[in-house]
């Protein structure tokens, strides 16, 4: 079962800032939040992931609550590119099937020129 | 670095028929992952490997899907008979070994039609 709690859809426009919402309320202390997207007809890619500090790379920041219930993946410009499908997903630490991503359904970003 | 290699990419059976895809994760990479993508849900995991052992084959349908990773390398996901309701895309991923922090990297998938 899917731990994480996303809107089903989601629309932005081209070179605007877009805030994807998670909420995982259960989130336990070892487990880290991350994301990944998947492109129409490709397997899942990898976007970026954290613990507790917000994090930024080349792709995306993400933005996690203090109380780590919710955290919220930015795209600071989205391109026609990026629209896609967005998966949060928790992740225990340490290795063997607690470290299995366990997909939801994910948000549907479409981007619109 | 080469990524992820998966053949078939596509395949159309009918039902009863049997049915296998092959994986080759990136060089390294430890650990490597089947999952299911059935159209309109997210990927669900059918089995992880550790090197060429099991770690977790909890959600296999193992009276008709197998899958072996012979020598920590290469993997097989096979499927006898198959079902209707086997229609997906199946994906291969792979990660090197340590803590769950790194991350995935997924093959483009195979996309099985079952009719």
């Known amino acids: 079962d899917a731990k994480t709690t996303q809107p089903n859809s989601m629309e932005s426009n081209e070179e605007e800032p877009v805030h994807l919402p998670c909420n995982h309320s259960?989130?336990?202390?070892?487990?880290?939040i991350h994301w990944y997207r998947q492109l129409p007809s490709q397997g899942p890619e990898y976007v970026i992931h954290?613990?507790?500090s917000n994090v930024n790379n080349r792709m995306a920041s993400l933005a996690i609550a203090e109380d780590r219930k919710s955290s919220t993946l930015i795209l600071h410009r989205a391109t026609l590119r990026d629209a896609a499908v967005y998966y949060c997903?928790?992740?225990?630490?340490?290795?063997?099937?607690?470290?299995?991503?366990?997909f939801g359904k994910g948000t549907k970003l479409s981007v619109k020129p | 670095e080469a990524g992820v290699a998966q053949s078939p990419r596509y395949k159309i059976i009918e039902k009863r028929q049997s049915v296998a895809f092959w994986c080759n994760p990136i060089?390294?990479?430890?650990?490597l992952y089947w999952y299911q993508q059935i159209l309109g849900q997210g990927p669900k995991l059918l089995i992880q490997?550790?090197?060429?052992?099991?770690?977790?084959d909890s959600q296999l349908p193992k009276d008709r899907f197998s899958a072996e990773r012979l020598k920590g390398v290469d993997s097989t996901l096979k499927i006898q008979p198959a079902k209707l309701e086997d229609s997906a895309v199946y994906l291969c991923?792979?990660?090197?070994?340590?803590?769950?922090?790194?991350?995935?990297?997924f093959g483009e998938g195979s996309r099985l039609t079952v009719l």
């Open positions: 259960t989130i336990s202390g070892t487990d880290y």
């Open positions: 997903i928790l992740r225990g630490e340490y290795g063997g099937s607690q470290g299995n991503l366990i």
């Open positions: 490997f550790q090197n060429n052992g099991v770690v977790d």
């Open positions: 954290g613990l507790t």
């Open positions: 060089s390294g990479h430890a650990t």
């Open positions: 991923a792979s990660s090197p070994i340590g803590l769950n922090t790194g991350e995935l990297f």
